[in-house]
């Protein structure tokens, strides 16, 4: 595979892609959402993280850490502090805390998990991916696997399935997870999320803001 980039308006520090949802947040913390053959639209409320998955379903973090789901017209305060937060699903929702603690969300309560990191994202299969703080990669098959440790150095992965894997590391530099090796792919990314089978939709964010997405 090889991405085939298209620059798209706007200006964003994080976006997140899961099937035909878009999401964004601003440098302001405004936070805006696409829709298919449409632009930009506002959403009220206030993020610096935002995470989008293929059924609709949406999660943000504000900066002071308090977490939100997304109900259709506003957002819904849930318990708990974290930095990063990713929705595979309505049934796959994973976070890490500023301690860099992990855990996952079912039936209305966050279940801590062993290990650490400063990145994670969920899959809609349930699969997860998440970097530590020494840009180390682990991948783990649900709340009942056990870490692998991965090759390869990241600042940021995204999973949208086990088959569909993207990061990017400290350079900017983008890497696709494809037959069990990182595949180097064109472009620059500070921020990049993979919302299709086989890597088939892709967005990013690069240091200056620009918004960049892929369809195969």
Known sequence: MSLNWKKVDGALVRVSVGGLNVWGVNAAGEIWKQLPGAGWTKVEGNAVYVSTAAD?????????????????SGWNRIEGALTAVSVGSAQHIWGVNRAQEIFYYSHGRWTKVDGAAVNISVGEDGTVWVVNAAQEVFRRNGPHGHWEKMPGALTV????NANSVIGNNAAGEIYAWVNNNWVRQPGQTKHISTG????????????????WRHDA
């Open 56 to 72: 609709g379903t949406t999660w943000c973090i504000n900066s002071n850490d308090e977490v939100f789901a997304y109900n259709g």
């Open 157 to 160: 992965v995204s999973c949208f």
């Open 196 to 211: 299709g089978n086989n890597n088939s939709k892709v967005w990013g964010v690069n240091a200056a803001g620009e918004v």
